[in-house]
C-alpha cells in the first residue's frame, strides 16, 4: 500500500526500488495512472567506490547517468559539492531509481471504469461525475482535477452529497478542511481496495450535515494554500430472494441476471455459492456463515484461456458489476425492493477499510432453489 502511495505522488522518485516496489509501480504503469522512468546513478562520495575519499567525503549527491554524456569532458558532475565524476572510469557502484508521473487521462479512465461497475454516471466538468446509486445520487469530485470552485465549497457539498478522491493522499490531510462530516478518500485505497467505492457512496448519503455551517462557502479543498439530507428509512422490511445457480446462469426469482458470457462474474458468484451452501449444510447460525476474502477470491478464479491475468482489481469490479446487475433487474423484472447488499454481502470489520474483510452470499436474505436446465 505505501509504495502505490509514494507512486501516486507526481513526480516521485524512489531509489533503489525493490521488487515489491517495482511490482506496484510496474501495475500503475499497467492500469493506465502513470507514466514511469527507469534510470540508474552513482552516489557522489560512496565508501566502497574506487574514488573514495572524495574533498567532502559524506556528499551524498546523486549523478544520473545519461547517454550522451562524455565524461572525459567532466560532464558528470555532482550537483551537490560540483566536482567532477567519473563513474565508468572509477567503476563506481550504481543504484536504480524510478520516477512516476500521473497520467491524468488515466486517472479519469480508471475513475470511470469504477463507477461503470457501480450504475449509470455521466460528467459534469472536469474531474466531477454524477453516479446513480439506487434511488440517489452522489457527486465524485477529483480534487486535483476539478477545475470549478463550486464543487469543491462546503455549501455545495452539503446540499449534494458528495465524495472527495485525492490522486495525492497528503493533500487529504494537509488541503483538506477537517470537517468529520466531509467523506473523502485517495486513489490508492481505491486502488488497492482498502477502500470500497459502492459503501463509500452509500457512506455519503447516511452521513448526516450540519443544518447550518458557519462560513459555509470556504472551500473543502484549497489547491494554493493548505487549509490548516439523507431522510432515514421507516423502518426494516423483510426481504427473501430466491436464488438460483447453475454452470451458465444465474437467476434470481426466475429473472435471469447473469449468462456463461459473463464468466469472470458466474465464476465469482459460484465461488460463493458453494461456500453459502456449505455453511446450510452445516447448519451454521446466520453470523457464523464464512465470508472469504478478495485476495482467496482472486485466487480461486481460473484464468482459463484469457490473454489478460486475473487480479483483484477485476474481480473487485466483476462484483460491484454483479450486485449492480441483480439490484437493477429485481428492481425492472420484479418490481422488488433490494439493496445492493442483499445477495452479496461485503463484510467489513473496520468501517469501509478492507483489512480482514470479504464477501459472501447473505444468509439472512437468500433462499436457494435447485438449478434446473437451462
Avoid at 557522489?44 to 567506490?49: K, N, S, V
Avoid at 469543491?152 to 465524495?163: G, I
Avoid at 426494516?236 to 445457480?245: G, I, K, S
Amino acid at each position: 500500500m505505501q509504495n502505490i502511495d509514494r507512486l501516486l505522488r507526481d513526480g516521485w522518485s524512489i531509489d533503489n526500488p525493490n521488487t515489491v516496489t517495482l511490482e506496484a509501480a510496474a501495475r500503475l504503469e499497467r492500469l493506465g495512472l502513470v507514466d514511469l522512468t527507469h534510470r540508474e546513478f552513482v552516489v557522489c562520495a560512496e565508501p566502497l567506490d574506487a574514488d573514495y575519499p572524495p574533498m567532502v567525503r559524506d556528499c551524498q549527491g546523486h549523478v544520473f547517468l545519461q547517454d550522451g554524456l562524455d565524461e572525459g569532458d567532466d560532464e558528470y558532475r555532482c550537483l551537490d559539492c560540483e566536482r567532477p565524476v567519473y563513474p565508468f572510469l572509477h567503476d563506481k557502484r550504481r543504484h536504480g531509481n524510478v520516477r512516476s508521473r500521473i497520467r491524468l487521462e488515466g486517472v479519469i479512465s480508471f475513475i470511470r471504469e469504477e463507477l461503470n461497475a457501480i450504475g449509470d454516471f455521466r460528467q459534469m466538468t472536469d474531474g466531477v461525475f454524477r453516479v446513480e446509486t439506487g434511488s440517489e445520487e452522489v457527486l465524485v469530485c477529483l480534487v486535483e482535477m476539478c477545475r470549478d470552485s463550486r464543487y469543491l465549497s462546503r455549501e455545495h457539498a452539503r446540499l449534494n452529497p458528495t465524495l472527495f478522491v485525492a490522486v495525492d493522499s497528503r493533500n487529504l490531510k494537509e488541503r483538506f478542511l477537517p470537517d468529520p462530516w466531509l467523506v473523502r478518500v485517495s486513489l490508492a485505497d481505491l486502488v488497492t481496495g482498502t477502500a470500497d467505492l459502492p459503501f463509500l457512496l452509500d457512506d455519503v448519503l447516511a452521513k448526516g450535515v450540519p443544518s447550518v455551517l458557519v462560513n459555509a462557502f470556504l472551500p473543502v479543498y484549497n489547491k494554493v494554500v493548505p487549509c490548516l439530507v439523507h431522510t432515514p428509512e421507516s423502518g426494516p422490511q423483510r426481504r427473501l430472494f430466491m436464488v438460483e445457480c447453475g454452470p451458465d446462469r444465474l437467476l434470481i426469482e426466475d429473472a435471469l441476471v447473469v449468462t456463461a458470457k459473463a464468466d469472470v462474474q458466474l465464476q465469482v458468484f459460484g465461488v460463493l455459492w458453494r461456500r453459502f451452501l456449505e455453511d446450510l449444510s452445516a447448519v451454521r447460525a446466520p453470523d457464523d456463515f464464512r465470508h472469504i476474502s478478495l485476495k482467496d477470491l482472486t485466487n480461486i478464479i481460473d484464468e482459463g484461456d484469457r490473454d489478460d491475468a486475473i487480479d483483484e482489481l477485476n474481480v473487485r469490479r466483476a462484483i460491484n458489476r454483479l450486485q449492480n446487475d441483480m439490484t437493477e433487474t429485481v428492481r425492472r423484472e420484479l418490481g422488488l425492493p433490494i439493496k445492493r447488499d442483499d445477495i452479496i454481502q461485503n463484510i467489513r470489520s473496520d468501517g469501509q477499510r478492507r483489512k480482514g474483510n470479504g464477501y459472501r452470499i447473505n444468509p439472512r436474505m437468500v433462499l436457494p432453489r435447485v438449478s434446473s436446465p437451462s
